[in-house]
């Protein structure tokens, strides 16, 4: 509905819509000033009260004359409204919106329209280094839950005029503001209309869990395809290189992290730590990191594969045979420890800080003992599975490291059931897995490598140096 000139006519309007003495945290305030009424709306725990006394105060002291020449709402806010986040709004929806957004809303008798005044004070906590992020060198900030907080730490560093930032807003009833950031000479336009209208097109109530219904809001999974689509980074330089790089960056209110847009498998090679070193050390670290993530993949099948078949190895490999007689057959011992690590793992997270680290080694220890001494377990299927569980956590990415540990089960069972062409057909699968998957945009998943582009690829495997332009 439009808003009028008559104060009590828009008073009307908006207090029918707004629970006005129903909600605690909705205030409202009447003054008179210069002969006219006015009437501030705004949310508790949002106002800023030093910057609203200073502006009321000094619209309390101007005259009938002074305000009279004033000639609309727009004229109005130029003469006597010094505070510079300003706009005006015409519609009860509108209105509405920037209020519960945290805005205060301020209504005048005789003028058409309202003013939206930005004096909020988030609610925000410190820009700390995130602990599943860390670096030996670098910077030690993270994102934070307000989305304008978190767009300001690209902003600082990147200083280009080209850098864009648009809000969308998404939830019909949360009306969650959205970013959507990216250089607007880098990106690909295609890409960013694919990613832009999808957001905009999004008919959902809200954006409860932020960064994760809108990955699901974003993204047609398959059920049957664990490997993740977007890339997520709490930390604003990693956000800031991927924008550098032409890719699109969305920041969701409410989440202290970055969706990083279009992802390849490819892109999960890369981490901060490769990039505070020098070009060889990053390189040696980055190779490390992620033949041993790749090596989590096959080692208990590897293994199954070898006890199935030990009259076929060569002497020399004969330790790969158990070292103690099992009560349990293999596959259900590595199946077990499968979910156990989960278990300790779950189990860790909720466990309070002061005892967290203490009772997830000592837990782990006491359980993989008696577990020995009670024949449950190997000595061998502990060894293989304490190694599988420490190296998945050389790569960042939780959601990756969740899909290889169902590929790492399929392969298991395949190979426990099929001896070597079950393991054969398991790589097999798995690779026909990662090829067919895409990505938000519909780009391969598999790019550079699929399309080939040896400039790009290169950057995945190695660390190069940096070079200037002149060069």
């Not at 890369?270 to 096959?298: A, C, H, K, M, S």
């Not at 090829?435 to 950057?459: C, H, R, S």
């Amino acid at each position: 509905m439009i808003l009028t000139k008559v104060l009590s006519e828009n008073q009307a309007l908006l207090d029918e819509i707004l629970p006005v003495g129903k909600s605690t945290d909705l205030l409202v305030r009447n003054f008179n000033f210069g002969g006219h009424e006015g009437r501030v709306y705004y949310l508790d725990g949002f106002l800023n009260d030093v910057v609203m006394e200073r502006l009321v105060g000094h619209l309390l002291s101007l005259t009938p004359e002074q305000v009279e020449k004033a000639t609309d709402m727009q004229d109005f806010v130029d003469r006597f409204i010094t505070y510079t986040e300003v706009d005006i709004y015409t519609t009860t929806d509108d209105v509405i919106t920037q209020l519960l957004s945290g805005k205060s809303i301020f209504l005048v008798d005789g003028f058409l329209g309202a003013i939206a005044l930005d004096l909020r004070e988030y609610p925000a906590r410190s820009v700390a280094e995130p602990e599943k992020e860390r670096v030996l060198r670098g910077s030690r900030d993270g994102f934070v839950e307000t989305v304008i907080f978190n767009s300001a730490l690209i902003r600082r560093r990147i200083r280009d005029p080209k850098l864009i930032v648009e809000i969308v807003q998404v939830g019909e009833r949360s009306r969650t503001d959205v970013a959507i950031v990216y250089i607007e000479d880098m990106v690909k336009q295609d890409e960013l209309s694919i990613i832009r209208n999808k957001i905009k097109g999004l008919k959902v109530q809200s954006l409860t869990l932020n960064m994760e219904s809108m990955a699901e809001c974003l993204i047609r999974r398959r059920w049957y395809n664990p490997f993740p689509k977007v890339r997520y980074t709490e930390r604003p330089d990693t956000a800031a290189a991927s924008i550098l790089e032409g890719n699109i960056v969305l920041l969701v209110d409410n989440a202290p992290s970055a969706m990083m847009l279009p992802t390849s498998i490819l892109d999960f090679m890369q981490e901060p730590n490769d990039f505070y070193f020098p070009p060889v050390v990053g390189t040696y670290i980055r190779t490390i990191r992620n033949l041993i993530f790749l090596f989590t993949l096959v080692l208990s099948p590897l293994w199954m594969l070898a006890l199935e078949n030990l009259d076929r190895l060569p002497p020399g490999l004969s330790f790969l045979g158990l070292s103690s007689p099992a009560n349990i057959p293999v596959i259900l011992q590595l199946l077990l420890l499968e979910v156990a690590i989960d278990v300790l793992r779950l189990a860790s997270v909720n466990t309070p800080n002061m005892l967290g680290n203490s009772l997830s080694i000592i837990g782990a220890l006491l359980l993989g003992d008696f577990a020995v001494k009670s024949g449950w377990l190997v000595p061998d299927v502990i060894l293989y599975m304490s190694f599988i569980a420490i190296a998945s956590f050389t790569q960042p990415s939780i959601e990756l490291g969740y899909a290889f540990k169902f590929m790492r089960i399929i392969l298991l069972l395949l190979t426990y059931f099929f001896n070597i062409w079950g393991f054969i057909g398991g790589l097999a699968l798995i690779a026909v897995i990662i090829a067919t998957n895409k990505t938000v945009t519909g780009k391969g998943y598999l790019y550079p490598l699929i399309p080939f582009n040896w400039q790009a690829l290169k950057a995945h495997i190695y660390r190069h140096r940096i070079r200037s332009k002149i060069e």
